[in-house]
């Protein structure tokens, strides 16, 4: 149990383009959903919280109209990386909190994100 | 505040070796505290977990770690190293629920044949 999903696990996009990542809870209901960036061996930087139904909360240092996120549901959400620029490139991780378990949050397997 | 503090960027030990990791943690309330590991291009798997309940936590493929107050630290050791057992392991702490996890840097972990 408490899986969670992302796709796509790898996505290239040019320059100025937008590119959408999708995180779904697949066998729980996830109230509240995380996004991480991770650059190459270096450690997981918290970008944005996100709850069902309500505007995500950035993490300072992060442009919300950037990385647009939607949490339409309690089993997905989305980050959409806007105008990419290389600068963007990076591992992108997602994680969802369950109200059953309150200590733990369960991660997605990541999608590498590489602007041209 | 809450931070963590993974003292080895890098450990590297033979196959059939003992494994420990070092981990201390700052939390001005009682802390939560993981480690997971990630293997390389892929998510993280949770390893083990601490949640206040008994201080010697067992997880899973051998790993476990003890949980001391007194020294702030989480160290995570496993008797006898295996080949697949060569990762990045991060330390985490949360305090309360776990809205929101504070990552330490992770350390690379060699197993020499």
């Known amino acids: 149990g408490a899986v969670v999903s992302q796709h796509p696990s790898w996505v290239i996009c040019k320059s100025g383009t937008s590119v959408k990542i999708e995180c779904r809870s697949l066998d729980f209901q996830a109230t509240t959903m995380f996004w991480y960036r991770q650059f190459p061996k270096q450690s997981l930087m918290l970008m944005a919280t996100s709850n069902e139904g309500s505007k995500a909360t950035y993490e300072q240092g992060v442009e919300k109209d950037k990385f647009l996120i939607n949490h339409a549901s309690l089993t997905l959400s989305t980050l959409t990386v806007t105008s990419a620029h290389p600068e963007d490139s990076s591992f992108y991780i997602c994680s969802a909190h369950t109200t059953v378990s309150s200590y733990e949050q369960y991660f997605g397997p990541g999608t590498r994100l590489t602007v041209t | 505040a809450q931070s963590v503090t993974q003292l080895d960027s890098h450990v590297s030990v033979s196959e059939g070796t003992p494994v420990l990791l070092r981990c201390n943690y700052s939390?001005?309330?009682?802390?939560?505290l993981f480690w997971y590991v990630q293997h390389p291009n892929k998510g993280l798997q949770l390893l083990l977990k601490?949640?206040?309940?008994?201080?010697l936590v067992k997880g899973i493929n051998g790993f476990e770690a003890e949980f001391k107050k007194s020294e702030t630290s989480f160290h995570l050791t496993k008797p006898s190293a295996h080949m697949s057992d060569a990762a990045e392991y991060f330390c985490?702490?949360?305090?309360?629920?776990?809205?929101?996890?504070?990552f330490g840097s992770g350390t690379q972990l060699t197993v020499l044949p």
């Open positions: 601490y949640t206040s309940a008994a201080t």
């Open positions: 939390s001005s309330y009682s802390p939560s």
């Open positions: 985490v702490v949360s305090v309360g629920s776990a809205r929101q996890l504070t």
